[in-house]
């Protein structure tokens, strides 16, 4: 880990890190200039009201930097890195205090040449001009969009369909298998995301607004790393879990559904789903539904390693879902036969996980089925199971989500 004495950058792995990924990466790209974009400030209610500051994933597991302003370019023909980007000024040292140099920051992550960001746009014309193949990732903010559209004078509609596929895939393969240096801080976000679940268990009770526990839990990652990983999901209706509501009161004999988990100053990822009595002791009906998720979170943790695929692992994670429901009368039938024909989506309407690491749903930006499946394992139709994720044969240095569950939502059961 690097000492960084700049405040503005967070963290750092030493700069070999980044060479070593770079040169992985260059091995894979046949020709051409590779392009990276960091994300800009984004701001909430005007200009210099900005939300926290995000990195983009690649950018940072390419760069390290957390700094917006910056494109990274490799240039696989000749072999050369550049990063362009402006020094800073004195109008920002006044608000802001020292900061690096463009030349600091290229030497902090192994690059050769800083330009200005002005030269980009006659950098890459004279590329086009050449035909030579520019490779960028699909942009998914705006503001980039527009950037690239601009400088590689492509409409913004054609940016997604002109985005390097063999980019894509090169990415992936390096930041799907995550290295002993990337296992550690993923180990200790981790650990920051079950204070955050067995902080808000413990400080739970009826009467308290569940706001007060989100906060709670959102205050732990923001001490702990740089917050949460995805907006917290904490929730006694946590049968629909994209409601990011928390102004019901806690009442006696509900659940309390809790899905969240961190962001670490490095830049990783938890994710962590739990359901909890409000009272602190679950009903019978409670236990035994409870039970039957427990059964499928404890299988799929015993089944998961590598040469096993992740589909496989959901698919006996719906199986045991359905085999509890039909002992308990909820489902009929052969559950065998039920999970495969996706019955059990009735109560398990998303997949058992996805990837893990720089994201939350890791690499998600550059396109779920590069991902998630390769060329043996392609994406159900069904109803459910289409909603996997990640089902590809699972690999030394992969991290993945298991996140079975079962979920009543009366609008559905109607149907
Ligand atoms: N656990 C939250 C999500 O996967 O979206
Ligand atoms: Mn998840």
Avoid at 124 to 143: C, G, Q, T
Wanted: aromatic content about 8%; glycine content about 8%; hydrophobic content about 40%.
């Amino acid at each position: 880990m690097v000492h960084l004495h700049f405040q503005i950058l967070k963290f750092m792995f030493t700069k070999e890190t980044y060479i070593r990924r770079r040169a992985q990466l260059k091995a894979q790209i046949k020709n051409g200039i590779v392009l990276f974009l960091t994300n800009n400030e984004a701001s909430m209610n005007y200009p210099s009201n900005t939300y926290r500051y995000r990195q983009d994933s690649t950018f940072t597991y390419f760069f390290g930097l957390q700094l917006p302003g910056l494109v990274g370019v490799i240039d696989i023909d000749d072999g050369v890195e550049k990063l362009f980007g402006d020094d800073f000024g004195i109008d920002d040292i006044i608000w802001m205090g020292d900061q690096p140099t463009m030349a600091d920051l290229a030497c902090m992550c192994g690059v050769a040449q800083v330009h200005a960001m002005g030269a980009l746009q006659a950098y890459l014309a004279k590329a086009v001009h050449k035909n030579r193949r520019i490779h960028f990732l699909p942009p998914y903010r705006a503001d980039n969009k527009i950037f690239l559209s601009n400088m590689l004078n492509l409409p913004i509609d054609q940016l997604q369909p002109h985005a390097s596929e063999e980019l894509i895939r090169a990415v992936v393969n390096l930041r799907a298998v995550k290295t002993a240096e990337e296992i550690e801080e993923m180990d200790k976000v981790c650990d920051l995301g079950v204070l955050m679940h067995t902080t808000v268990m413990k400080e739970c009770q009826i009467g308290k607004v569940e706001r007060e526990l989100a906060g709670r839990a959102e205050g732990i990652a923001i001490s702990g790393g740089t917050g949460v990983s995805f907006p917290v999901i904490l929730s006694q209706n946590g049968e629909t879990l994209h409601n990011h509501h928390h102004e019901q009161v806690l009442r006696d004999g509900r659940l309390l559904l809790a899905d969240m988990g961190a962001e670490s100053v490095s830049g990783y990822s938890s994710d962590y789903t739990r359901t909890f009595p409000v009272n602190g002791k679950f009903s019978q009906k409670q236990k035994e539904i409870y039970e039957i998720v427990l059964q499928a979170n404890l299988e799929s943790i015993a089944m998961a390693k590598p040469g096993i695929r992740y589909w496989d692992v959901h698919l006996n994670a719906a199986t045991v879902i359905a085999k509890g429901l039909t002992e308990l009368g909820l489902m009929k039938g052969d559950y065998k036969a039920a999970a495969i024909e996706g019955a059990h989506a009735l109560f398990m309407p998303h997949g058992l996980g996805h990837m893990l690491g720089l994201d939350v749903h890791d690499m998600e930006d550059l396109g779920e089925d590069y991902v998630g499946y390769d060329n043996h394992t392609f994406r159900s139709p069904i109803f459910g199971h289409g909603s996997l994720r990640c089902g590809r044969e699972l690999q030394q240095g992969f991290i993945v989500t298991d996140e079975p569950g079962i979920y009543f939502i009366p609008q559905l059961i109607e149907m």
